[in-house]
């Protein structure tokens, strides 16, 4: 059974920090190319970084030079470290773990954790 847990979201001011940690059971965790996405009320889900097998990261404009992605393999745990938060960062914040094996492709989410920036 697949399993991915999501943690470390709450509330932050702006400005604050929040470092989300996501941990994989189930899977060969150094397989999968890892990502947060993210989805505010209202809004559609936003891809917000991703990081390959290899450790090549990307990051969406609104969150470049504030949020680092990163992997641990050894502990199938993927991470998403957010600075200098703002309120439109609010959104619960999702773990994805992607892997295609033509013709299968395997694709997991965590069940999310929230995010909320306000003062």
């Known amino acids: 059974q697949v399993q991915l847990v999501e943690s470390g979201g709450g509330l932050v001011q702006p400005g604050g920090s929040l470092r989300l940690s996501c941990t994989a059971s189930?899977?060969?965790?150094?397989?999968?190319?890892m990502a947060w996405y993210r989805q505010a009320p209202g809004k559609q889900p936003e891809l917000v970084a991703t990081?390959?097998?290899?450790?090549?990261?990307k990051y969406a404009d609104s969150v470049k030079g504030r949020f680092t992605i990163s992997r641990n393999n050894p502990e199938s745990s993927v991470f998403l470290q957010m600075n200098s938060l703002k309120p439109d960062d609010t959104a619960v914040y999702y773990c994805?773990?992607?892997?295609?094996?033509?013709?299968?492709?395997?694709?997991?989410w965590g069940q999310g954790t929230q995010v909320t920036v306000s003062s």
């Open positions: 994805n773990a992607d892997r295609q094996a033509t013709p299968k492709l395997y694709n997991y």
């Open positions: 189930g899977i060969t965790f150094s397989i999968y190319a």
């Open positions: 990081i390959t097998i290899g450790g090549t990261t």
